[in-house]
């Protein structure tokens, strides 16, 4: 029987200092430089609209309420669910109840969505930039190894920014009738029905 040889692989001793520990030094420098470059580009927050404020943290709660009915009993959630469909059909939340009915503002006239939609391309060029450059570098100066990139998906998995319920140029009287819809015709239970005859059935075990 021939006798299989194994492949054995030999590593540069030399290999820690010339290509990890360069690697690191480099990703440390620019992650100090891409925080205080964001530092410098972050635009001053500017005190919010407390109607869009009203207006987003309402829809927010009949979605809640949605999601969460189990947790509270028949009658707070029938009311609940009265109190907020009733708001939501007249439009009570809306932030400008005057151009209710009418076509959604373009974004691109609004100034607090541009401003948005300007800091997150800056947040987006800090992170793609560097992430560019370090990979152009390493296929430049370290072709032949094998680099994990694990770490730089992980960092471009974080640049996806959290969502509002409301995003410009959505038509928000139209989320509100939605959202409507949904409440009414969810099919409510409780985590408490039939609790009592549970816990003495637990307590004759």
Do not use: C
């Amino acid at each position: 029987m021939a006798e299989i040889l194994g492949q054995t692989i030999h590593r540069d001793p030399a290999l820690f200092y010339w290509i990890l520990f360069p690697i690191t030094v480099v990703m440390v420098l620019t992650g100090v430089l891409r925080h205080f470059a964001s530092t410098l580009l972050a635009t001053t927050p500017k005190p919010g609209n407390l109607a869009l404020l009203r207006e987003q943290r309402s829809l927010l709660r009949g979605i809640n309420l949605r999601n969460n009915h189990a947790q509270l009993s028949s009658a707070s959630f029938t009311a609940r669910k009265d109190n907020l469909v009733q708001a939501f059909q007249q439009g009570k939340y809306l932030k400008d109840p005057a151009n209710r009915g009418k076509p959604a503002a373009n974004p691109m006239t609004d100034p607090s969505a541009m401003e948005g939609m300007v800091g997150m391309m800056k947040g987006n060029m800090m992170m793609m930039i560097p992430q560019t450059l370090i990979m152009s570098w390493i296929n430049a100066f370290f072709a032949g190894f094998v680099i994990s990139a694990s770490q730089m998906s992980a960092q471009m998995a974080q640049m996806n920014p959290g969502a509002n319920a409301l995003q410009p140029g959505q038509d928000p009287d139209k989320m509100f009738q939605s959202e409507a819809e949904n409440l009414e015709v969810v099919e409510h239970w409780s985590i408490l029905d039939g609790v009592e005859e549970r816990l003495l059935a637990n307590a004759l075990r």
